[in-house]
Every structure is written in C-alpha cells, then in structure tokens.
C-alpha cells in the first residue's frame, strides 16, 4: 500500500517542500494582515465602507481555488506572486473579520475615558483600541494561518515551484502513486496541526487574561464571549 | 477581453447542459457528493456535540478534538484516505469515497461544536425550571435544550455546509465528480471559459444554499428568542476554505 522505502528516500526534497510552505504561508499571512489592517481601520473609522469591504472579501472567498490560481497565471507568470496572491486574498476574509469584531469588542465607555484625559485620536487608537483589540487579532492571525497553511497544497497544481507539501500530492496524482500522495498529505497535516498548537501557545501567552474557550463557530470567534450583564 | 463572450458562448452551448458531463448533471453529482457527507457528519457531529452539551460530560476533550479537525486540510485528509480507498476498492477508491471522507472530517467540527455550545448555552436556570416542572432529562433535553440551541445548531450546519459546498470542488483532483471537474479539466486543456464557467457555477451553487440557510435559521427560531438571538449571533466561522 505505502512504499515507505520511497518516502526514507526523499527526505531531502519532504525538507524543502515544508520550508516552501512555510515561507508561502508567511509571506501570503503578512501581506494579509498589513492590508486587512488597513481595510479594517478604514471601516471602523467609516462605518459605510464595512459593508462592501465584508461583502467584497466575502465574495473573493468563494472563487475556488483550483481556479483561482490557474487564472492568475497568464497574468503573474509562474512566480511566486501567482501563489501568494490568491493566498492573501483569501485570508482578507478572515483577518478583516477578526479586527473589526476586535475594535468593536472596545466599550465605549473605556474610548470615552481615552477621550476625556486627552488622548488624541492617533494616541487612542494605538495605545488604547489596538492593546484592547489584540485577542481577536491573534485569534485572527492563527485562524488565517491555519487556513493559508492548507491553501499552500492547492498551489501545487501550479506545478513544481509551488504547493510546498501539497507538491507531493499532485505530483502523486500525475504518476497514480499513492505512496507520494499519502506523504504529501500526511507532512501536510502534520505542519497545519503543529502549527495551531504553536499558534495557540502563543495566544495563550499573548492574551493570558482571556478565558480559554470551549470554541463558538471557530477558533477566530472563540474568544467572543458572551456580553456580561 | 474575449473572456466574457467566451463564457457567454460556453454557457449557450446546448451540448454542455446535457449528458454525464453536462451542467445539470456535474450539479447534481455535487449535490449529492456534499449531502452524502454532511448527513454522515451531521448525524456524528450533532449526537456527540448535543450529548456533550447535555451531560457536560468528556466536553473538553470533544471540543478540543473537534478545533484540531479545523486545522485539518481538506486536500490533505482526502490525499491519507486515498491508498486505504483504493487499495479497497480500485474502481471508486480512487474518485469519490476519498473526497467524500475528507468533506466529512470538514464537515463535523462546526457542526459538534456549535451543537455543543447550543446545549450547553442554554440558559441554567430554564433547565431548572423544566426539571422543577417535572421533566426528566430527556425530556428537558428535546423540549427545552434542543429548541432553544436550534439558531446555533442550524448556524453549525449553514456554516459546514458553505463549506463542503465550497471545497467539493476539490474531489475533482482525484479524478471525482462534482463541478470541480470543470476546473480541473478547463486547466488541463487550457480551456479558459470552462473554468469561469465552473466558477461561476459553484459561486452560484455557492450563494443558493446560503439563501436557503438563512431562511431556515428564521424558520427554526424560536418566535420567543428571536430578538435576542440575533444579539448574541454566533456568526459561522470561516473554516475549510476555498
């Protein structure tokens, strides 16, 4: 069923298909964030823009993948933009999500206390709404992660200078060779999991107040607690 | 741009609304791909997550199981599944059970976990008041936890069923059926409107079934409930993907 001798062979190429993925999903994640961040502050100081922006993101989420990246070829080429701008533009979705639920999680009573001793309104964003938004930021930046992580294998379809582990997969399905396959998707499933827990980790370190969840709808609204009163 | 008269074209093409390749068709397969996994899923999903929300029992251990499922890629559980499958069975080994198994190891982490935080989020003091009315655990549990979870169990579902919606296109790799087809063999043959063609069409598929969800969660709630459940709305999360 499984040719492992084939699997202790390759090695070299499992070590550089996950340092592939791994750079994809960084580098795809930090662009995301930057420009989420951006669409995020824009709508929480505009309220009108949220809509659109939701709907928008919303919308390029629904184009799948498998065609997502071909599409972008004849116009990126076979660069590592053609992978991560599909990458990035689902992960809007999610990180825009998370921030706006993030600054609106705020009290307005605490904004108003920012106000009345003279913040200006830069200061207050930075020191008081950004601090105070930071457990759905993280739990953004994980569940982007995650999600980006298993995006990584389809961009394998582009062939071999993407897909990080996915590559395995695809080029598993091209041969019928279930043995690549199975490597593929086992190496992948096992960066997506170690992954999360590392993310979780650092989400407990970075937000150690915050009650751990017993999750509601994903790790992202986790945290979204209950309003007390 | 050629592209849009080249959909246009595609999409008048009477040879592609018929046959075993046609669009009724790759629907139909899509359809009956997802609902085969959602109702496996639905069936474990809801008896572990309203079981643990009722008895309070191994919930922890259930829901962490459950959030280690999300980060799970699709690709990737369809890719361990497929030397089993076809080892097994050499005709469909190799198409559809693989991406049916994978779309229910999606499928079942919204639907436990929102089952579980229906059940268990019902407010303590009704469950006290139906037991003090004489109800037994199991009838609490029908007639007073189950309805009053209903908006969240049904936001559970929505939310995994967008998603194996989504990602069903994925069984396609695996030489499986479903609307994925047209995105898979449109990039082999470099065929450009077959692949708008086939987003277009999930997209739509897509859009359908929220339509449908959304009418459903009104129907399911409770009249009594209405107001606040749209206060405390647990908004599905974005799992799966693309």
Known sequence: MIDWAWILDHLDELAWRTLQHLYLTAASVAIGFAIA??????????RAALRPILGGTGLLYTIPSLALFPLLVPVTGLTDATAIIPLVLYSLLIFVRNFVAGFDAVPAEILEAADGTGYSSRGR??????????????????????STIALVNISG?????????????FEGIRHSFPTEIFLGGLASIALAVAMDAALQAAQRRLTPWVAQPTAVGSPGSAVRRPVPS | MEVIPGIARWFVDPAHWQGPAGVPARILEHLAMSAAALVIAGVIGLAVGIWVGHTRRWAGFAVNVANIGRALPTIAVMAIVLPVTAAFDSQNGFKVYPAVIGLIVLAIPPILVNGYAGVSGVDSDIVESGRAMGMRGREVLWNVEVPLAMPVIVTGLRSATSQVIATATLAALFGGPGLGRYLVEGYAQRDYPMMFAGVILVGALFLA??????????????VGVR???RDLAIRPGVGGGP
């Open chain 1, 37 to 46: 961040f951006g669409l995020a502050v824009w709508s929480i100081r505009w």
């Open chain 1, 125 to 146: 964003f930075w020191s008081v709404e950004v601090p105070l938004a930071i457990p759905l930021i993280v739990a953004g930046v994980r569940l982007a992660t995650v």
């Open chain 1, 157 to 169: 379809l582009l062939g071999d200078r993407f897909g990080g582990l996915g590559f395995f997969i």
């Open chain 2, 227 to 229: 107001q606040r459940s």
């Open chain 2, 209 to 222: 079934i929220e339509g449908v969800f959304a009418l459903a969660e009104r129907a399911v709630t409770p």
